[in-house]
Each structure stands twice: as C-alpha cells, then as structure tokens.
C-alpha cells in the first residue's frame, strides 16, 4: 500500500481541530504502518492544504527521518512573469488542480516503483 496526497488537510486542519484522532502520533503512526510510502503535494498558496510532517522553509533541512520525505512543496505559480510570447501572468494554482502538475505523475510513478521495485511501469521508460 503507498498514500499520495495532495492539497491535504490533515495537518493544517483536521489535527488542530481533532488533535485526538489525527494529531502527530497518529499521523507518524499511518505513515509508519505504510512503510514510509507517503508522498504529500502541497503549495504555500493553498488556503486547504498543506505540509503534514516538515513545514521547513526552503533551505532549511526537512525532518530528519521518514517522515522529512512525505511532503513535497510545489512552486505556484510556476513563474512570476508571463512568457515572452503571452501577455498574461501564470496562474496561482491554489488548491486545484494538482493532479494536471508534472510533480503528481512523477510521485504516482515514484510510489509506483516503491511498491514493486524494478518492475515495468507505463510511461516510465528509465
């Protein structure tokens, strides 16, 4: 089994609100019955979701351990001017869509890989 979250309340607040049922004992508990499998997307202009294990900023180290390797911080937007051949901005993506970002089909694969390692997964031609 392998958990990929996305735009995930569980920290920021279920955990606040519910400490009891998914405070941090719980969630390093999942995460450990998983076997570390667990990969969290988040972006800072998400209002829902957020980190559940290492809210570290960049370049600062995440929490030493599995539970550092869960989250994963996605950049949004994805530039701060437009391209040179457009005249809008890039959009501030928020809370959606996350599964249409290049980093969601490579954490599938990635968990993918971790479940059967070295086996044949489509699209993954390494």
Known sequence: ?????????????YARLCPAFLGDPTLYELGSRIGWRWVNLWRDTDPIGGPIFSAHRPGEP?????????????????????APDDTVPPPIARHWPYHTDRTYEAAVRELADRLN????HPGNEN
């Open 62 to 82: 995440p929490l030493p351990g599995p539970a550092g390797t869960v989250d994963r911080r996605l950049r949004d937007p994805h530039a701060v001017v437009a």
């Open 117 to 120: 390692p070295g086996q044949y």
């Open 1 to 13: 089994m392998a958990l990929l979250t996305h735009g995930s309340p569980l920290h920021r607040l």
